[in-house]
């Protein structure tokens, strides 16, 4: 429960894209969503009214960039932009996955750098804070002039890691050479374990198109945990996994942030000869993605603790230095 606060309410308003986590996360709270209007016109215009005041309170904003995520950003901004013009005290954009975090930068002339453009766009409706888990870089912190809270799934998936496959001779694979630092991260709270990575490759003119090429470390007879933030279709974890079997891995767990699985990617996870795919619930995964080896762990309350945190005026990096 928060701490009484005669002169300060927080309020948690959600948007459409997944009410579900938005309840979760006022349940930990011990508060409730607000209630909010929200409809589309006809024409696709996106309407937004709070139901009662809201004058002078702490606003969080949840919404997470899932499919339509450009509907899904469109609809916070109006909901930032109500929340502005009905006199709130501050506003904090929740979002547990961010739109846009793989276009951090330029890999050719002429690209945008999208991920900057939607932080720029939060601070023109009058965000104050951001707050999202596991960003795809951790330059993206920089792309908005205010403070951003870097969230971690890491606790909650290796203290779910741990206690699975306790027993089992480890190593820990980073995907690629991006990853290593976080991949690190694991090897040190799973006790110094192994750490491997995959060198590969990426065409910059191919979306979601990687090949992954060759293992660097012995990973022959061991249980191997290859460690990343997003599947998306799946190319790179099911090529990363492939590697590894044919190192001779005696098995491997995939795990990941953020489980957007589009395309064919959950039929092709559950068929790749992973052990187990594990992925927190930052983005909804609806049944139909989901698969018999597939383990969706909940993300609700490292956010509710981050909220209070904010609110409260204590630490967020606290949640997170007590190790898994």
């Known amino acids: 429960m928060l701490s009484s606060n005669a002169a300060r309410k927080l309020v948690l308003v959600s948007g459409r894209s997944y009410p579900d986590l938005a309840r979760d996360i006022a349940s930990y709270l011990g508060i409730d969503v607000l209630k909010?209007?929200?409809?589309?016109?006809?024409?696709?215009?996106?309407?937004?009214?709070?139901?009662?005041?809201?004058?002078?309170?702490?606003?969080?904003?949840?919404?997470?960039?899932?499919?339509?995520?450009?509907?899904?950003?469109?609809?916070?901004?109006?909901?930032?932009?109500?929340?502005?013009?009905?006199?709130?005290?501050?506003?904090?954009?929740?979002?547990?996955?961010?739109?846009?975090?793989?276009?951090?930068?330029?890999?050719?002339?002429?690209?945008?750098?999208?991920?900057?453009?939607?932080?720029?766009?939060?601070?023109?409706?009058?965000?104050?804070?951001?707050?999202?888990?596991?960003?795809?870089?951790?330059?993206?912190?920089?792309?908005?002039?205010?403070?951003?809270?870097?969230?971690?799934?890491?606790?909650?998936?290796?203290?779910?890691?741990?206690?699975?496959?306790?027993?089992?001779?480890?190593?820990?694979?980073?995907p690629d050479a991006g990853r290593i630092k976080v991949s690190e991260q694991w090897s040190n709270r799973l006790g110094g374990v192994p750490l491997v990575f995959l060198h590969k490759t990426r065409d910059v003119t191919r979306p979601n198109v990687t090949v992954s090429k060759e293992v660097v470390g012995n990973v022959a007879g061991k249980d191997c945990v290859i460690v990343d933030d997003i599947i998306d279709t799946g190319g790179t974890i099911i090529g990363a996994t492939h590697a590894l079997q044919d190192a001779g891995a005696k098995s491997v767990t995939l795990v990941a942030t953020h489980a957007l699985l589009n395309g064919n990617a959950s039929e092709a996870l559950a068929s790749c000869g992973a052990r187990e795919v594990v992925v927190t619930d930052t983005v909804p995964v609806p049944e139909e993605k989901r698969f018999k080896n597939l383990t969706v762990l909940s993300i609700a309350p490292v956010l509710a603790k981050a909220i209070k945190a904010v609110f409260e005026h204590t630490s967020v990096a606290g949640i997170f230095e007590d190790g898994a």
């Not at 904003?61 to 339509?68: A, D, E, L, S, Y």
Request: overall charge neutral.
């Open 36 to 174: 909010t209007t929200l409809y589309d016109f006809a024409n696709g215009e996106i309407y937004c009214r709070y139901t009662q005041s809201v004058r002078g309170t702490d606003a969080f904003v949840f919404q997470t960039h899932c499919q339509p995520i450009n509907k899904w950003i469109m609809e916070q901004l109006i909901m930032i932009d109500a929340l502005k013009r009905a006199s709130v005290n501050s506003i904090t954009a929740v979002i547990p996955f961010l739109g846009y975090s793989r276009q951090d930068k330029k890999h050719l002339g002429r690209e945008p750098i999208s991920c900057k453009l939607v932080m720029d766009i939060l601070t023109a409706a009058g965000v104050d804070r951001v707050m999202s888990v596991d960003l795809h870089t951790a330059q993206i912190q920089g792309f908005f002039n205010g403070p951003v809270d870097h969230l971690q799934a890491m606790p909650t998936l290796v203290s779910y890691i741990k206690e699975s496959m306790k027993g089992r001779d480890l190593a820990i694979v980073s």
